[in-house]
């Protein structure tokens, strides 16, 4: 049961540099989200999906792009990485939208951008 | 106006006794819910409960309670009998809106307060 799973865990690159982080999940969920944990910000929402090919921006998308052409994969890709996006990035997936559906989170990919 | 605040500092609490963590919200959407992460050192983020904004009671799982004050407008965790384990950071997060399915997803989204840090003391 490997649920939800992040590559890489750890990546260090370069400003300019396109990266692309991974998420994947085996749960079949409809709802998958990207969120950034920045110290004394809490967890900001970049992009989420409803569905393959369904996809929009959260509280901040700039410098992001997001796709999803299969449910169980939600790529994350820095076009030209920042060192403002220095940060520790969380993937997340829901079955069902509200209610008390939670959201089970990846274990994370720790990204500097020197 | 931020949706989730927690202005508590870290905090500090004997082991086996009770600790309380704020957080309050802001929404105008009558249809809501709220919810309680937990993040150990180790960095993952577990669930620990959830409050509807219809739901009568307050949410109780375990050791852990939701003190729901609705005109408040607080959603506060309750953590009875402190283990050194529950050291750790501490999120309030918020969803708005009804229904449990959602094409576009707008009601899926959760909305996030900065964290409160909890030390257990043995």
């Known amino acids: 049961d490997a649920g939800i799973t992040q590559s890489p865990r750890y990546k260090i690159t370069e400003t300019g540099r396109q990266v692309t982080l991974m998420c994947h999940q085996t749960?079949?969920?409809?709802?998958m989200f990207w969120y950034r944990q920045d110290l004394g910000h809490g967890l900001r929402l970049i992009y989420y999906?409803?569905?393959?090919?369904?996809?929009d921006k959260g509280e901040v998308p700039d410098g992001y792009v997001v796709s999803r052409s299969k449910t169980e994969n939600f790529p994350l890709t820095l076009e030209s990485a920042t060192r403002s996006q220095t940060s520790v990035y969380f993937c997340?997936?829901?079955?069902?939208?509200?209610?008390?559906?939670?959201?089970?989170f990846g274990p994370g990919t720790r990204l500097t951008v020197l | 106006a931020q949706k989730i605040t927690q202005t508590q500092p870290g905090m500090f609490v004997q082991e086996k006794e009770a600790v309380t963590l704020d957080c309050t919200y802001d929404?105008?959407?009558?249809?809501?819910?709220l919810f309680w992460y937990k993040q150990p050192s180790s960095g993952e983020m577990i669930f620990l409960i959830y409050?509807?904004?219809?739901?009568?009671q307050n949410a109780t799982e375990g050791r852990y309670s939701l003190n729901f004050q609705k005109a408040r407008k607080s959603a506060n965790l309750v953590i009875s009998a402190s283990q050194l384990g529950d050291s750790a950071m501490y999120f309030c997060?918020?969803?708005?809106?009804?229904?449990?399915?959602?094409?576009?997803?707008?009601?899926?989204?959760?909305?996030f307060g900065k964290g409160i840090t909890l030390s257990v003391r043995p």
């Open positions: 997060a918020m969803r708005e809106g009804r229904g449990w399915n959602s094409s576009t997803g707008a009601n899926s989204k959760l909305t």
């Open positions: 999906s409803a569905a393959a090919d369904i996809t």
């Open positions: 749960w079949s969920h409809s709802y």
């Open positions: 929404t105008s959407d009558p249809s809501y819910g």
């Open positions: 997340a997936s829901s079955h069902l939208a509200g209610g008390p559906n939670t959201q089970y």
């Open positions: 409050q509807g904004s219809y739901d009568q």
